[in-house]
């Protein structure tokens, strides 16, 4: 895999979400209209209203926010 390959491999098809509740901006990709990666950064962990851990590994207002921006036509499912 080339160099080119691999970032988009990486960082292709993800757009930026803010969850409506606590404003904490991560990376998504709908690969389809079951399957979501989500990128975290360290500060979008920090403001996680829902602060997560092993025993807490997504937040429903995320979640929330991903299928409105969907709805919306601001995250395509590809």
């Known amino acids: 895999m ?3 390959e691999r970032q988009e491999y990486l960082e292709g098809g993800f757009e930026k979400v803010e ?4 404003e904490a901006l991560v990376r998504v990709r ?3 209209p079951q ?3 989500v990128q975290w950064t360290t500060d979008a962990t920090r403001l ?6 092993a025993l807490v590994p ?3 207002d995320l979640r929330a926010s991903i299928d409105d921006a969907v709805r919306a036509g601001k995250l395509e499912v590809s």
């Open 2 to 4: 080339t160099l080119t």
């Open 19 to 22: 969850c409506a509740r606590c």
């Open 30 to 32: 709908k690969s389809s």
């Open 35 to 37: 399957q979501t990666s």
């Open 48 to 53: 996680c209203a829902a602060k997560l851990n």
């Open 58 to 60: 997504t937040c429903r």
